[in-house]
């Protein structure tokens, strides 16, 4: 049930994140939303963890600023994999990110 709860939230936040960013669009309904939720948790959860330790010497020469280019790449990767969901260029894809991640965070902590 938790897991069902989490891709709920996860849905609801790429929605408000599509609606207030000048940059994202998602064509079709629901589904779609369901499915960059669950994209976008498939990839935070196998590939960003497999980029973020091949980059660890980079992130630690920026001081962990790397990390928000593979947050944004996470969404491109997104982006490429779920038709329908089109990111329009990297401050789009910075702020879609940002704001998911706000989103959910705010949800989870009122759930």
């Not at 990839?43 to 973020?52: E, G, H, Q, R």
């Not at 962990?64 to 089109?86: D, E, K, R, T, W």
């Not at 706000?102 to 949800?107: E, K, Q, Y």
Request: charged share 5%; proline share 4%; hydrophobic share 70%.
């Amino acid at each position: 049930m938790g897991l069902l709860i989490r891709i709920v939230i996860s849905m609801v936040a790429v929605y408000i994140a599509a609606a207030i960013i000048p940059g994202i669009s998602v064509t079709g309904g629901v589904g779609t939303y369901l499915v960059i939720a669950i994209v976008l948790g498939l990839l935070n959860a196998f590939v960003k963890p497999i980029l973020t330790i091949l980059t660890i010497p980079i992130t630690i020469l920026t001081l962990g600023l790397f990390l928000i280019v593979i947050n944004i790449l996470m969404v491109y990767l997104a982006a490429s994999l779920v038709p329908g969901f089109v990111v329009g260029g990297i401050l789009a894809a910075l702020l879609f990110s940002l704001v998911v991640s706000v989103v959910t965070a705010l949800l989870d902590a009122i759930i």
